[in-house]
């Protein structure tokens, strides 16, 4: 993907670690798309969205010379995105019983199948539910790294992708194995 | 064989390749005789795949400008801060080099050291000076006032020391050595001036 989006991306982040705003802005053309993606996937609203967006490009032009280019840039500005998601998914406490309301979709124990689209199902999950399947599935960070992000253990991550998998079978009207 | 269908939990770590999963390989195998969990597998799949085909979202704004707003402010209080320590350093070993024959008597430098002292302190403030107003910023009238009357004492002395040339070698190097010291002083307060916006210098 680096090379992809951004040509000459050694070049690019060995300035903008000076602190060339030309690199930096670089940075941010190349990568606030997928970034935004990621928080838009991971947060309700647009709002929160570009608000992580405006934090995480924050962040990385702040700690650019941190980045000691064992991975990825793209991985790197992933994690500092993410980190920043979740964060705002904390802050806003009006879903602070996240955990316990697992009923957004009506009839999730019910066998008839309600055959939403991918989308409205993906948005039915709960909070932490989908931040999960996106980061696992998606993004493909591991349990481990999405455990440690989210205070948890590798386990809890496994557990509500586990669950968040089941629902999405039922509410995609996928047939019920028996 | 279990007769038992894999749960979620062994579909997952069989996708997933997660052999740190209790029972993996059993439900490897189960899967090998077993159509249905076949078919749950493949289901797990392809969603996963719709998952990741899910169209790109894509901010409504440019986030960049407010980024760099930020960027700029915080650079800006940075500098700010470090100047004001800066000055304050300067402020208190000017003190020292002005009070200092008094205070502590040192073995005194001689004429030539001194002078050069000077001078490089002068460098110094002048040096701060022009980072400082590389900014372009904005000050209000009373500071303004008060930078152009330093600024105008800085320039006489200038005049001075230009003229100091024709004087007597005997005479030349003290009268330089006050010029240059008096030059410090104001040099630092025009620097403060700048750091703190104070309109009541003491002229």
């Known amino acids: ?178 | 064989m279990s007769t038992q269908h894999l749960t979620m939990d062994q579909l997952l770590a069989v996708r997933d390749g997660d052999r740190s999963e209790p029972a993996f390989a059993e439900a490897h195998r189960h899967l090998g005789a077993c159509p249905p969990c076949q078919q749950e597998l493949d289901r797990l799949h392809q969603r996963t795949a719709r998952l990741r085909s899910l169209a790109t979202l894509a901010p409504v704004t440019d986030q960049f400008p407010a980024v760099r707003a930020r960027l700029h402010w915080e650079a800006s209080h940075s500098r700010r801060r470090k100047l004001a320590s800066v000055g304050v350093a300067i402020a208190a070993t000017l003190l020292l080099f002005v009070a200092g024959d008094h205070l502590i008597s040192p073995p005194a430098l001689d004429a030539e050291q001194q002078l050069e002292t000077a001078m490089t302190r002068s460098q110094l403030l002048e040096q701060q000076l022009r980072e400082w107003s590389s900014g372009s910023r904005v000050v209000d009238g009373q500071t303004a006032a008060v930078v152009i009357q330093l600024e105008d004492r800085i320039a006489a002395l200038d005049r001075e020391l230009s003229q100091s040339a024709s004087r007597e070698a005997s005479e030349r190097l003290p009268h330089e050595l006050a010029l240059w010291q008096q030059r410090v002083g104001l040099m630092n307060a025009l620097v403060e001036v700048h750091v703190t916006r104070a309109s009541n210098v003491d002229l």
């Open chain 1, 1 to 178: 993907m680096d090379g992809m989006t951004l040509p000459n991306a050694d070049a690019v982040i060995a300035r903008a670690k000076q602190g060339d705003p030309v690199a930096l802005e670089a940075l941010y053309r190349a990568y606030s798309g997928p970034a935004y993606n990621l928080a838009r996937r991971i947060c309700r609203t647009t709002e929160d969205a570009e608000d992580v967006l405006q934090e995480t490009f924050f962040e990385v032009c702040r700690s650019i010379r941190n980045y000691r280019g064992d991975g990825s840039i793209w991985g790197w500005i992933r994690t500092v995105t993410s980190s920043k998601a979740l964060m705002r998914l904390r802050r806003n406490k009006y879903r602070v019983t996240d955990d316990l309301h697992e009923d957004h979709a009506p009839g999730q124990n019910s066998s008839i199948a309600l055959r939403m689209d991918l989308e409205s199902a993906l948005d039915q999950l709960t909070d932490t539910a989908r931040a999960v399947v996106w980061l696992h599935d998606v993004e493909g960070f591991t349990h481990e790294e999405i455990g440690t992000q989210m205070g948890k253990t590798a386990s809890f991550s496994k557990s509500q992708l586990s669950r968040a998998h089941q629902r999405l079978r039922l509410w995609l009207g996928e047939e019920a194995m028996t």
